[in-house]
């Protein structure tokens, strides 16, 4: 079992930046993938950025050049580091992780869940 809990989202005007955390907690978390996932109320869930256990990294067209995700493994945290910030970014924000740590992430179907942190940009 894994457990996730995501931290750092708030309020930024448009330009701004943020940096969101996920702290995991389970057994041979080096082996996952991690991924953070947005949602709009009333649209579907959005794919924004994935890690894979190798660290290879990717990103929704989107937010590619703005946002960026990296892990410690020594924590067993994720981030996701968020720049140039507009409107639109503007969502609940989702950590994710499967054990298919060497698979291609941005097509796995993620096993475990966090609870989500709000982003709100706005001026």
């Known amino acids: 079992q894994v457990h996730l809990v995501e931290s750092g989202g708030g309020w930024v005007q448009p330009g701004g930046s943020l940096r969101l955390s996920c702290a995991a907690s389970?057994?041979?978390?080096?082996?996952?993938?991690f991924a953070w996932f947005r949602q709009v109320p009333g649209k579907e869930r959005e794919w924004v950025s994935c890690?894979?256990?190798?660290?290879?990294?990717y990103s929704a067209d989107s937010v590619k050049g703005r946002f960026t995700i990296s892990r410690d493994n020594a924590k067993n945290t994720v981030y996701l580091q968020m720049h140039s910030l507009k409107p639109e970014d503007t969502a609940v924000y989702y950590c994710?992780?499967?054990?298919?740590?060497?698979?291609?992430?941005?097509?796995?179907?993620?096993?475990?869940w966090g609870q989500g942190t709000q982003v709100t940009v706005s001026s």
């Open positions: 994710a992780t499967d054990p298919m740590g060497g698979s291609y992430c941005p097509i796995l179907e993620y096993d475990y």
């Open positions: 389970g057994s041979n978390l080096d082996y996952y993938a």
């Open positions: 890690i894979n256990s190798g660290e290879g990294t």
